[in-house]
């Protein structure tokens, strides 16, 4: 007999477009830092539905606010004021001391609408088109076109050229690849605070600073995404201001909704004033349903003082990995931040991370190859911490 996810399995496979190649887990509920599957089986969860869940599962107060707001107004259009938008927005500004906010429906949304704050700041600059975007190799910023062009990763964008032109490369970490890229039509630069797909690689202070001083420099625009590294994540509310630079236009989703699909870019200065009425938009970006959930994520952010505690967490989960590494020869480098950290294998982690999850119900996600990304609610404690070692260390190579 086929139990509840077997069962599951077959029907996917007959109806879901094949773009992913998924772990034959089936999750049914969650509470806490717990998954549990359609057999009861119980899953300590490290990878947060990759940097989404900060709350955990089943925070009663985030839940109520999602139902209340279920039960009274889902969805009306941006023709409209709606209250949870505004509240929302408000928040969102005081934690990033950003001027302006527009809320998009995920990641790469909100990317999209950096992109464009980029160009028609180049636009209005100059007085003409054609500027230059300058984007970091490694990098990911989703999977839509434009965001898919500035994602250096030629393996991702190689089956959908021709990309956006006007857009290069720098290496992440050298300040004299950027400043070798600009000219005259530059008009921003974008990257990752940290970077997270490409395999954990905070930014350093000497290269964020630097790259700071170019945009005022050559008036270019910085854009850092902050959508996996920010919203509490290493121990600030966002990774840049741990750093002394402000950018001028930021992104963020995934931990902002805790769940429901919302992300947002951010503006300020000049970068604010850029996008006119009629220059961007969207139909369910800002609806009173997602913008509830973000408004209750970032209220219950400051009140309980997570980012803090994401802190004190990474600090306790830098120290158990460090641990790790010292006893494991299989673990060659140990980076991150908070509770934004990756362990580099000297092997593919494919085969660590899928008996982590069949054998020891531990989730993990990978980040390229030979890395295994923690990212964990930000709601764990010491406890479970130590508990994820104890099930790591099963799985790992002699
Ligand atoms: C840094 C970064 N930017 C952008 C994205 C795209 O976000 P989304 O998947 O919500 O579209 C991701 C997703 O993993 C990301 O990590």
Known sequence: MQNKTEAAMGRAEQVLYKTYNRF???F??????YLYDAEGTEYL???AGIAVCALGYGDPEYTEAVKAQTEKLLHTSNLFYNQPVIDA????LKASGMDRVFFTNSGTEAIEGALKIAKKYGFSRDGHGGHEIIAMKHSFHGRSLGALSVTGNQHYQEPFQPLLPGICFADFNDLDSVKALIHDNTCAVILETIQGEGGIYPATEEFLQGVRRLCDEHG????LDEIQCGMGRTGAMFAWQNYGVKPDVM???KALGNGVPIGAFLACGKAAEVLKPGDHGTTYGGNPLVCAAADKVLEIFEKRNLAAHAGQMGEYLWNTLENLAKRHACIRDHRGVGLIQGLEFSCPVGDIV????LEQHLVLISAEHQVIRFVPPLIVTEADIDHMAEKLEQVLPE
């Open 24 to 26: 034959p887990v089936m």
């Open 28 to 33: 049914d509920h969650g509470k806490g830092v």
């Open 45 to 47: 969860d490290f990878g």
């Open 89 to 92: 927005g408000e928040k969102l």
């Open 220 to 223: 270019l625009l910085l854009i």
């Open 251 to 253: 992104t963020t989703a």
């Open 354 to 357: 899928k008996r982590a999850l």
